[in-house]
């Protein structure tokens, strides 16, 4: 397994986005999510891939946000975990959505 480093970002109550920088690469992850999330921030974010190939094109997912950790698993296996700022998100929500990955 691979992973890389980054930070996720409440952009909206239903949007968030993920980047990382994977072998020299960033890779964007915008997720639409189907419930409304309070502000939050991400003290630090994990991205945990087989292979850059996993790290593009679209995705569902699911995942749990709060109280203190984020941990969300893209349908191809891909998970992205963080540990959030205080005050976190009280209570923890179970978030899926849909999301599609870029990379430059």
């Known amino acids: 397994m691979s992973s890389a480093h980054g930070v996720v970002v409440r952009s909206s109550p239903n ?3 993920a980047t990382f920088i994977a072998d020299g690469t960033e890779y964007i992850y915008n997720m639409n999510v189907n419930v409304s999330l309070p502000p939050f921030n991400t003290k630090s ?13 679209s995705h569902n997912f699911q995942g749990r ?17 963080g540990q959030l ?20």
């Open 15 to 17: 949007k968030l986005q």
């Open 65 to 81: 946000i709060g109280p203190h950790t984020l941990q969300l698993t893209l349908a191809n296996g891909v998970v992205i975990e």
């Open 85 to 104: 700022e205080m005050p976190g998100v009280q209570p923890a929500i179970a978030a899926d959505g849909f999301g599609v990955w870029l990379s430059n």
């Open 45 to 57: 974010a994990k991205l945990v891939y087989q292979s850059p190939d996993e790290l593009a094109s």
